[in-house]
């Protein structure tokens, strides 16, 4: 059994910064990648940023150069920074791990990007 929890998330106003985070826990053996994904009201579900286990990542682009995120390796954690955010970035954010051929995923944290 894997369970991943995430947390951070707010509401925050548009210029402002947030931090989201992620923990994997229970029978990890490896982490091919983890990933922040979100989803805004009446939309899919899309990908912000993902990190694979050597370290390569990938931005959506309507984030890139400002939004960071890393891992541990160690811990199996997540981090996304979230710099100069704007209102369009408000939505439900997930992190998703994928974990020997399956994927966890957390259960949703909530930000909010108010003009």
């Known amino acids: 059994q894997v369970q991943v929890v995430g947390s951070g998330g707010g509401l925050v106003q548009a210029g402002g910064s947030l931090r989201l985070s992620c923990a994997a826990s229970g029978s990890i053996f490896s982490i091919r990648a983890m990933g922040w994904y979100r989803q805004a009201p009446g939309k899919q579900r899309e990908l912000v940023a993902a990190?694979?286990?050597?370290?390569?990542?990938n931005y959506a682009d309507s984030v890139k150069g400002r939004f960071t995120i890393s891992r541990d390796n160690a811990k199996n954690t997540g981090n996304l920074q979230m710099n100069s955010l704007k209102p369009e970035d408000t939505a439900v954010y997930y992190c998703k791990f994928e974990i020997g051929s399956r994927d966890y995923w957390g259960q949703g944290t909530q930000v909010t990007v108010s003009s």
């Open positions: 990190v694979t286990a050597l370290g390569s990542t």
